[in-house]
């Protein structure tokens, strides 16, 4: 009995397609990533940052389940990066569905640092601040623009400690102090809201941005004008941001991001294959109906 792949059940197309995404997750296969320029400029700033005593950076996560595929993978490698670094940084986000993130990633990331380097140590309030979630998002921000005492103005984490309690925070003053905003988002209008409202008349954070695959044109535009000037595009910024930083910290081992863009890669050379197999056997079937006439 012939096979006829234009009879194939679609079950076995759908069973090949998880094994080809499945397989580098099990065993931990890795193909190095394609070079991304925008996630260069991205790594660039992170990695030459050079903030004061009282500077920190502000980390906004506004991304839910919904997109943590593509969203959490980048902000697992710039949090990283950030802790390597030892630059303080503070947790942010407009969305409700993102509030567990805020908690478990910087913590995820912190964990794996330290059994990477058991002598040392990262710890929440000194290396990073959790403020939680902030509904009205355009006008906590625009607040955090105009504020004098930032302390102050946004008092308490998200846990209800102090901040003024807390050596990451307790010296930040006013916008100057935040020296980089990092934005990951899948939603319209929250990264909207920090272009129009994170700034006063004499200082504007510079802005980074981690989008999802499907709003990268509109990413670009922010990017081609200036408003960012680092972007990691979908899944395969995160991995070639993982890759640089492989580069200069050769012990870290492989991570989600690779082994997510891994997966990806061979399924859509998987498909690739099939859609050729498909109607390469298509074509032989016309040609051998047409002499059979």
């Not at 079950?11 to 995404?21: D, E, K, N, P, S």
């Not at 950030?82 to 995820?108: C, H, K, N, V, W």
Request: net charge positive; glycine share 6%; hydrophobic share 45%.
């Amino acid at each position: 009995m012939k096979l006829d792949l234009r009879n194939l059940d679609r079950r076995v197309i759908y069973l090949l397609v998880l094994v080809a995404l499945s397989a580098p997750l099990l065993f931990k296969i890795v193909v190095k990533p394609a070079r991304m320029v925008a996630a260069e400029r991205f790594y660039e700033i992170v990695h030459r940052l050079d903030p004061g005593p009282n500077d920190i950076v502000l980390v906004a996560l506004d991304f839910g389940p919904n997109s943590m595929a593509e969203n959490k993978p980048q902000a697992d490698e710039v949090i990283e990066h950030l802790m390597r670094r030892r630059i303080p940084f503070a947790m942010y986000s407009q969305y409700l569905l993102a509030q567990t993130f805020l908690d478990s990633i910087p913590e995820g990331v912190a964990k794996r640092l330290m059994r990477e380097t058991p002598g040392e140590r990262w710890e929440y309030g000194k290396d990073w601040v959790n403020l939680g979630l902030k509904l009205n998002g355009a006008v906590i921000i625009q607040g955090i623009a105009e504020s004098k005492n930032l302390v102050k103005y946004l008092n308490k984490d998200a846990h209800g400690n102090s901040l003024a309690e807390l050596p990451a925070f307790k010296n930040v003053r006013t916008l100057e102090n935040i020296k980089l905003l990092v934005q990951f988002t899948s939603l319209t209008g929250t990264f909207e809201s920090y272009v129009q409202f994170l700034k006063s008349h004499k200082f504007r954070p510079i802005f980074l941005h981690g989008c999802t695959s499907i709003t990268i044109p509109k990413a670009y535009i922010y990017l081609d004008s200036g408003q960012i000037v680092g972007l990691l595009e979908g899944i395969a910024g995160a991995a070639w941001y993982s890759e640089l930083l492989r580069k200069d910290y050769p012990q870290r081992g492989k991570d989600e991001a690779l082994l997510i863009n891994t997966g990806l890669g061979v399924a859509q050379l998987l498909i690739i294959l099939l859609v050729i197999l498909g109607n390469s056997t298509a074509i032989w079937a016309a040609f051998r109906a047409r002499r059979a006439c």
